[in-house]
């Protein structure tokens, strides 16, 4: 199946540091996701891309949909605590509307006040 | 905003026990989704749900599961003879339709003894 690659595994930062992370695929995706994750909650949607070069923002938070829509990544700038959890690139590649994601494992935040 | 629902949070069953899990999607969502996540890996599809019907299913989604939309509101998963692999998160999603993304339910953890 698909598989996405996803980097750093994870990340320990200061307060007010901008941090950056990436997925990649062998193949092309249709759309590019990035949830958010936090401990004994569900993945909530950050930010959703649809275009190939599409660059999107969310608050502190910043996405781009790579021009061979091969790769995606995700910035946050001046991090704070609460950005703490798990990071999951997420994508649908293919026809049809079923619209099934294939997830990265994802990059675990830490910040340090 | 509206939101994915889901119960119980925690279930413990002894394994072989049959097991359902239950979703509200969100109100005016069309297509239904379960993924799974063992602990300390990253989301898996298993199931995908639209118009009373699967339209695609993982390798996962083996004939121990079920998946059912009984009324207008709630979206079950089945998991007739439980085994101790199954022990993971259970995540229900829903999303709107045309490229609308998926949003995600808060997961039932399912411990099997």
Known sequence: ?????????????????????????????????????EPGEGPVLLIALYKAGELTSNGRLTAQFGI????SFLNISASIPSDVGIYFCAGHFGGGSNYKLTFGKGTLLTVNP | EPEVTQTPSHQVTQM?????????????????????????QK???????????????????????SVERPDGSNFTLKIRSTKL?????YFCASRQGGNQPQHFGDGTRLSIL
């Open chain 1, 68 to 71: 061979t829509r091969k790769d």
């Open chain 2, 85 to 89: 692999e199954d022990s993971a998160m």
């Open chain 2, 43 to 65: 989301v898996e599809f298993l199931v995908s749900f639209y118009n009373n019907e699967i339209s695609e299913k993982s390798e996962i989604f083996d004939d121990q599961f």
């Open chain 1, 1 to 37: 199946g698909q598989q996405l690659n996803q980097s750093p595994q994870s990340m320990f930062i200061q307060e007010g540091e901008d941090v950056s992370m990436n997925c990649t695929s062998s193949s092309i995706f249709n759309t590019w996701l990035w949830y958010k994750q």
């Open chain 2, 16 to 40: 072989g026990q049959e097991v359902i899990l239950r979703c509200v999607p969100i109100s005016n969502h069309l297509y239904f989704y379960w993924y799974r996540q063992i602990l300390g």
